[in-house]
């Protein structure tokens, strides 16, 4: 992944101009993050895998991307993209042949690779997370489920693009307006920039809601995180890697899953964890 030159500039004029203009007024990378809006089989108790996935844009980039998606949206009278809509022929998409849905995926997934930096994916098992934030000297709230875990893991991942991007001078970060998680995700990002030394690690331009329907770069996070949800439960279904996924990761993309040997590890490293939200439990 190559850094950014000190030439470049950057001039908002999408759906999220506005907004950009207050958070990014001089310019710099978007960061449009989905949460956990996927198949519903990800999301209901007792499902066996739960993904948080997002891209990371220029702003100029996250601009073309919006013109060139819904190009293809109109082409084929869509309202708006759903990964699982698409793949079921349900919504929108119903009354498309499997064909003509494939079609769509395929050049959207091209616009991604053309104007998305990388994306960023985590997966986890939610039965298997159940015991981990007990485990943590860590006030309550930050890792009390798994999406807020996988949410924070994502921003793991945004810091490690921050620290070998220096001349990124500001983040802005978006997320599904509207969204079971959003009130969670508001809290998880208050109390990470609520510390100057976070906020000045990344960049933290501000954060807001957006309604996934106006956003293609909310739909692209959308798309990425059915992909690499349904990616995970292949393979421990033993199944092959779907080829519209295997098209979509030519982009760099940091994409991990989080196992239960992970987890350990994580949790026998509960200092640096508290360190890193400069929380420790009274007990601690």
Known sequence: MNALSPKERLVPCDVLADMLRVLLPSGGYAMIEAQAYFDESGSHDGAAILCVAGYIFKKSEAIKLG????RVLRWKKLPYFHMVDCAHGNGPFANLSKDERVVVQTKL???????AIQGIAVTVNPAEYA????RLPIRPGLYDNAYAF???SIMTGVSVFMERNPLVRSMAYFFEAGHKSAPQAHQIMQSMFAQPAVKEQFRYAGHAFVEKEKSPAIQAADLLAWQWYTDRRHELEGRPRRKDCASLL???HNAVHIDSKELD?????TIMIANLFGERSSGS
Not at 109 to 115: C, F, R
Not at 131 to 134: E, H, I, R, T, Y
Not at 265 to 269: D, K, L, M, P, S
């Open 250 to 252: 030519q982009l760099h």
């Open 109 to 115: 997934i091209e616009a991604i690779k053309k104007h």
């Open 67 to 70: 013109h060139e998606w819904r």
């Open 265 to 269: 590890r994580i949790a026998n490293e």
């Open 150 to 152: 996988c949410a924070q």
């Open 131 to 134: 015991a981990f934030p007990g």
